[in-house]
């Protein structure tokens, strides 16, 4: 063969290969064994634009390791080998400046709810097959006026404590409680949240979302909040209550959960005045500094050695108290890379009671109707979260609406796949018997993400709510809720009712009973009193 006609053969075939990648780039996405395949694109890498600290990362189900994590916790119930152990290690720093709030606690009356008994509700499916489920214990708990927890997990959506933060505010000022709970040591991007101030320095953040630059040292490190901070001596994080919300302030009591391997120092400083050092035992464990204090702001400082820190919780006694767990650009999946021994020690010092599961929005596709596959991971996450969490309720909160570009007509219009991803979602709570709520049902009720965007509730992407379109949605999450603790306190005062007028007929019946016992003797007495008469 000639050069020509090799140079006219190698000629050829680059043409045919830009031409069939030419051509799939035509090829619109389409279904494939439930998943959606993606367009072609010829200039992606050539794109100014990078979407790689933007793009989802995936982590896979590893149930057998979350099992051997949590059986290392399983406590060995022999008093032989319990003898010979050493004494653990301190989980708990305390320090008490106030004598400690007892936690009283009462039933609600129904004349403690303003629930409009007209207004459309968007209820919340227990799919529990138990006759006496979690969800209804959790319920109960608020009913009875109990202290409650709840870890509220999602991705950009709630960032910022979007949502969450109206949802807090709503069910503190329904069932008491105060404070903005957990909140982030520090992270490695830029975020503002009106119902907390933090300022930090000397830290190293890592998020869970990027598990390629971990050092070794962290990765198996990570809590449910998506975010640690590694410091030295001189780290140093400041967090203090705002009063954006009327629960927010007067809280008395913070908590700072960190990890310290080896022996450290820190300091902690309360409403910038009076200060108190934790000299830390090393130990491969989850670490507590409890402060029983009027709290308005809190300062943690690295002294000596080097520590992890998750975070710390402002919070009241009893009522409700609420986790923002947002991680960006988390589908769910990053939970697989949180360890299970670490949030079950936090759950032994927490106490969760319920869990909600916000994600979705991620991986919603233009067009998609087949999301087998992510159903399939969401049983796992739920799985996940039931062992890290084992008392704990577990709702699958629905994706919401969303609209998308049509660029040949440069308006928006609806992506055609919320409720098919919903239906995902639910199928997935209903097979492992926990419950769902739909928020897309919720914004429809609403008008929906139009309406959203041009009542200035959501951004004009059509896709992510402001705090505004938040105070939305969570009024009818809280509504939710909070009508069947009151139909359960209507029901129990109504059982109560029935009880006492049985009791009250019960007693009824005993007087006329005694009273015609007595009838049905005088007359024997009478008579005999007249025969000794006579």
């Given at each position: 063969?000639?050069?020509?006609?090799?140079?006219?053969?190698?000629?050829?075939?680059?043409?045919?290969?830009?031409?069939?990648?030419?051509?799939?780039?035509?090829?619109?996405?389409?279904?494939?064994?439930?998943?959606?395949?993606?367009?072609?694109?010829?200039?992606?890498?050539?794109?100014?634009?990078?979407?790689?600290?933007?793009?989802?990362?995936e982590y896979t189900a590893d149930i057998e390791r979350l099992e051997q994590e949590l059986a290392t916790m399983e406590v060995v119930d022999s008093a032989a080998i319990v003898d010979r152990l050493p004494e653990p290690p301190v989980t708990r720093y305390e320090w008490s400046l106030a004598a400690p709030a007892t936690?009283?606690?009462?039933?609600?009356?129904?004349?403690?709810?303003?629930?409009?008994?007209?207004?459309?509700?968007?209820?919340?499916?227990?799919?529990?097959?138990?006759?006496?489920?979690?969800?209804?214990?959790?319920?109960?708990?608020?009913?009875?006026?109990?202290?409650?927890?709840?870890?509220?997990?999602?991705?950009?959506?709630?960032?910022?404590?979007?949502?969450?933060?109206?949802?807090?505010?709503?069910?503190?000022?329904?069932?008491?409680?105060?404070?903005?709970?957990?909140?982030?040591?520090?992270?490695?991007?830029?975020?503002?949240?009106?119902?907390?101030?933090?300022?930090?320095?000397?830290?190293?953040?890592?998020?869970?979302?990027?598990?390629?630059?971990?050092?070794?040292?962290?990765?198996?490190?990570?809590?449910?909040?998506?975010?640690?901070?590694?410091?030295?001596?001189?780290?140093?994080?400041?967090?203090?209550?705002?009063?954006?919300?009327?629960?927010?302030?007067?809280?008395?009591?913070?908590?700072?959960?960190?990890?310290?391997?080896?022996?450290?120092?820190?300091?902690?400083?309360?409403?910038?005045?009076?200060?108190?050092?934790?000299?830390?035992?090393?130990?491969?464990?989850?670490?507590?500094?409890?402060?029983?204090?009027?709290?308005?702001?809190?300062?943690?400082?690295?002294?000596?050695?080097?520590?992890?820190?998750?975070?710390?919780?402002?919070?009241?006694?009893?009522?409700?108290?609420?986790?923002?767990?947002?991680?960006?650009?988390?589908?769910?999946?990053?939970?697989?890379?949180?360890?299970?021994?670490?949030?079950?020690?936090?759950?032994?010092?927490?106490?969760?009671?319920?869990?909600?599961?916000?994600?979705?929005?991620?991986?919603?596709?233009?067009?998609?109707?087949?999301?087998?596959?992510?159903?399939?991971?969401?049983?796992?996450?739920?799985?996940?979260?039931?062992?890290?969490?084992?008392?704990?309720?577990?709702?699958?909160?629905?994706?919401?609406?969303?609209?998308?570009?049509?660029?040949?007509?440069?308006?928006?219009?609806?992506?055609?796949?919320?409720?098919?991803?919903?239906?995902?979602?639910?199928?997935?709570?209903?097979?492992?018997?926990?419950?769902?709520?739909?928020?897309?049902?919720?914004?429809?009720?609403?008008?929906?993400?139009?309406?959203?965007?041009?009542?200035?509730?959501?951004?004009?992407?059509?896709?992510?709510?402001?705090?505004?379109?938040?105070?939305?949605?969570?009024?009818?999450?809280?509504?939710?809720?909070?009508?069947?603790?009151?139909?359960?306190?209507?029901?129990?005062?109504?059982?109560?009712?029935?009880?006492?007028?049985?009791?009250?007929?019960?007693?009824?019946?005993?007087?006329?009973?005694?009273?015609?016992?007595?009838?049905?003797?005088?007359?024997?007495?009478?008579?005999?009193?007249?025969?000794?008469?006579?």
């Amino acid at each position: 063969m000639n050069r020509s006609d090799r140079s006219s053969r190698v000629g050829w075939f680059t043409l045919s290969v830009v031409l069939g990648v030419m051509a799939l780039a035509l090829i619109p996405p389409f279904e494939l064994f439930g998943m959606l395949t993606a367009r072609v694109d010829l200039l992606s890498e050539l794109r100014a634009e990078s979407l790689a600290d933007e793009a989802p990362m995936e982590y896979t189900a590893d149930i057998e390791r979350l099992e051997q994590e949590l059986a290392t916790m399983e406590v060995v119930d022999s008093a032989a080998i319990v003898d010979r152990l050493p004494e653990p290690p301190v989980t708990r720093y305390e320090w008490s400046l106030a004598a400690p709030a007892t936690q009283e606690h009462r039933p609600l009356r129904s004349e403690e709810f303003a629930v409009d008994t007209t207004r459309r509700v968007i209820a919340i499916e227990d799919f529990d097959t138990l006759a006496h489920g979690k969800f209804d214990h959790f319920i109960e708990k608020l009913a009875d006026g109990e202290h409650v927890r709840i870890a509220f997990m999602g991705d950009s959506f709630i960032e910022g404590d979007i949502l969450t933060s109206d949802f807090r505010a709503i069910m503190q000022e329904q069932f008491g409680g105060r404070g903005v709970g957990f909140v982030a040591c520090d992270i490695p991007f830029a975020t503002v949240r009106k119902s907390v101030k933090r300022s930090s320095s000397g830290w190293i953040a890592y998020s869970v979302m990027k598990p390629k630059s971990l050092p070794e040292r962290v990765k198996d490190k990570f809590f449910v909040s998506g975010y640690l901070a590694e410091g030295k001596a001189g780290a140093t994080t400041r967090w203090s209550s705002t009063d954006a919300f009327s629960t927010l302030d007067s809280c008395s009591r913070a908590r700072v959960f960190l990890y310290s391997r080896d022996s450290s120092s820190v300091i902690v400083e309360v409403n910038d005045s009076l200060r108190q050092s934790f000299d830390i035992e090393g130990a491969d464990m989850l670490r507590e500094l409890y402060i029983e204090a009027p709290i308005s702001s809190l300062r943690l400082r690295v002294e000596r050695g080097e520590v992890l820190c998750y975070g710390a919780s402002l919070e009241g006694d009893g009522g409700v108290m609420v986790d923002n767990f947002s991680v960006r650009s988390n589908n769910g999946h990053a939970i697989f890379g949180t360890s299970a021994k670490i949030n079950r020690q936090a759950d032994d010092m927490l106490g969760y009671d319920l869990v909600v599961l916000q994600y979705g929005l991620n991986i919603m596709q233009k067009g998609q109707r087949g999301y087998s596959r992510y159903r399939d991971q969401l049983r796992d996450m739920i799985a996940y979260a039931e062992r890290c969490f084992p008392n704990a309720a577990i709702v699958v909160m629905g994706v919401s609406d969303r609209w998308v570009k049509n660029e040949e007509t440069s308006k928006y219009e609806p992506i055609g796949s919320v409720d098919a991803l919903s239906s995902y979602q639910r199928a997935a709570a209903d097979s492992t018997n926990v419950a769902f709520w739909s928020t897309a049902k919720a914004m429809e009720k609403l008008g929906g993400m139009p309406a959203f965007v041009s009542k200035g509730w959501a951004a004009k992407d059509y896709t992510h709510i402001n705090f505004q379109g938040g105070r939305r949605i969570a009024k009818e999450l809280a509504a939710s809720i909070i009508n069947e603790v009151y139909a359960l306190v209507v029901e129990r005062e109504e059982e109560a009712k029935r009880l006492a007028e049985i009791e009250r007929e019960r007693r009824e019946a005993t007087k006329r009973y005694i009273q015609s016992q007595i009838d049905a003797v005088l007359p024997i007495i009478e008579g005999v009193q007249q025969s000794v008469t006579e």
